[in-house]
């Protein structure tokens, strides 16, 4: 399975602040500024920073009421349509970054333009959006939705669909229509509207869809993607796509996405090119990894690697991962966030349990979980590298899974007439045996210094991690959480042993997807 780790665990700790603070930093996804396209003819997504605040601690209101940025959008095409373009085969469009957890950038689709935040995903290939006939998804009535009755350039197409991810699925049917990225308009993309968004992870999203950067040969319904259109329709310069992602939290500019080359400004020295063994995805050969000047040996004869830009964090083997995290002194997620549950919650869960309540309403009523008892928030947003692990869980929300858990466990105790102290004892002692999904884990804080690097071996050259470009933070003071930048995922060979190399590295190395020449550069970010 491939990660679009949207950043990608939603915690909750400490207290309620800290609770939302996580939920805020966890959730994947990317959006981007529309701006005129510049001198030196490359397509440019700029990518926006956002100060994490307490303002934001309810995402899911948060995204609705941020109204896609939709009327500042359309005054910046209305004024590119009068624009005299000095040169039309490429182009530079801007992108926010939210939270180094969601880099997202705005398109419009249809004649006028209809606005919509979306993933600039080198991890799948589709471009979708939410339908107007979409009416049975939460997720389709707090973002854009397309109109096709509203659009003069629409052609309908019909064609079922659906697209699987760990944390859920889209599905809905094939239309045809105009696509505008910044400057350049891609005539007759076929593109899915979604009518179904089975996931409450697209809920608080902070995107409407996916714009998929990927290759043919996993595209959904044998679409032909909007990179590939770009290219035929000599929209770009170059048949070469960059990334460069600032991750510096204090910077106004988040980084940007250039079509059509790379800008000079965004790295340093000369970029490492590495081929392509294999089509799909953005894969190559990786040499061996090391954590301080210490091999793993897990891949000294070379793993299978993906650069994915829908990805926050880095997945490797477990039994690297593992490593890593032992390094770092990590601590399991769901173990902490269980007894976080039972340190705050203990003795109201108890009280309820005691007083009558249902155990099936316990959670709400504390409020840690929501819809039906179920929070769902994933911590990141997975898409298919593995058709047979298509649909795959990711698992819920931690706090509301604590709750869930803690509710079975004193509810089997107090059958016992034993103490509330003892019950509470009881419980925190099982959280400590949870293991934890994913292979998240959290660290002091205080600790980073002392924490070893992490090195890849890419074409023969290492490319190192430090562990304040490893290790991701938020909130400030006393609230400030970190979290391992590695989580586990095992890929069987064949195709594994498979590392995702996410924003956790491309932030660090500009990144330069080379079409034309099937191959990867890579090169220290500016």
């Not at 090391?290 to 829908?310: L, P, R, W, Y």
């Not at 203990?346 to 009558?356: A, F, K, P, Q």
């Amino acid at each position: 399975m491939k990660y679009l780790l949207t950043l990608r665990t939603l915690w909750h700790c400490l207290n309620m602040e800290r609770k939302h603070l996580w939920a805020a930093l966890l959730l994947l996804a990317i959006a981007c500024f529309v701006f005129p396209a510049s001198s030196d003819s490359l397509l440019r997504i700029s990518l926006k920073k956002r100060q994490l605040d307490i303002s934001s601690l309810n995402v899911a209101n948060v995204a609705r009421l941020e109204d896609r940025y939709g009327k500042h959008v359309m005054k910046d095409i209305e004024k590119k349509k009068k624009k005299k373009k000095s040169d039309t085969n490429s182009d530079i469009v801007s992108l926010k970054n939210y939270l180094d957890a969601q880099y997202y950038g705005d398109i419009s689709i249809g004649s006028p333009p209809q606005n919509f935040t979306v993933i600039f995903d080198t991890g799948s290939s589709n471009l979708w959006v939410p339908s107007s006939r979409c009416y049975f998804s939460i997720a389709c009535w707090i973002h854009s939705k397309y109109k096709a009755r509203k659009s003069s350039t629409y052609t309908k197409k019909g064609e079922s669909c659906s697209i699987h991810y760990g944390s859920g699925s889209i599905s809905g049917f094939l239309s045809q229509d105009n696509v505008q990225v910044g400057d350049l308009v891609v005539t007759d993309q076929v593109f899915i509207e979604a009518t179904r968004e089975s996931s409450v992870t697209f809920i608080v999203a902070k995107f409407d869809g996916i714009l998929g950067l990927g290759f043919k040969e996993i595209a959904v319904g044998n679409t032909t993607p909007v990179w590939y259109n770009m290219v035929k329709q000599d929209l770009v310069k170059e048949p070469v796509f960059s990334f460069w992602l600032n991750r510096d939290i204090n910077a106004k500019e988040g980084g940007e996405l250039v079509f059509g080359g790379v800008d000079p400004k965004h790295f340093k020295d000369k970029h490492t090119y590495v081929p392509l063994t294999q089509k799909g995805y953005w894969q190559f050969k990786m040499g061996d990894f090391s954590i301080g000047n210490q091999s793993t040996g897990f891949c000294e004869g070379g793993c299978a690697a993906i650069v994915d830009s829908g990805t926050s964090l880095l997945a490797g083997p477990t039994a690297v991962v593992t490593q890593v995290n032992h390094a770092i002194g990590a601590e399991g997620v769901l173990s902490m966030e269980c007894k976080e549950t039972i340190s705050q919650y203990g003795e109201m869960i108890w009280d309820l349990l005691v007083s009558g309540v249902t155990p099936d309403q316990i959670c709400l009523q504390v409020g840690l979980c929501y819809l039906n008892g179920a929070q769902h928030l994933s911590s990141n947003i997975r898409s298919v590298v593995e058709k047979e692990n298509e649909g795959s869980s990711i698992g819920e929300a931690p706090l509301c899974t604590a709750c869930e858990m803690a509710v079975i466990w004193m509810q089997n105790q107090l059958k016992q007439k034993t103490t509330k102290e003892s019950v509470l004892e009881y419980v925190n002692q099982l959280c400590e045996k949870l293991p934890s999904p994913m292979g998240q884990s959290v660290i002091d804080c205080n600790s980073i210094s002392s924490m070893p690097n992490v090195t890849f071996n890419i074409g023969d050259k290492d490319f190192v991690l430090t562990p304040d470009q490893y290790i991701l933070k938020t909130g400030e003071g006393i609230a400030t959480i970190c979290l391992s930048g590695f989580v586990a995922l095992d890929v069987p060979p064949p195709r594994g042993p498979l590392w995702i190399l996410g924003n956790v590295f491309m932030g660090v190395y500009h990144t330069v997807f080379d079409y034309g020449n099937l191959q990867l550069g890579f090169a220290e970010a500016a």
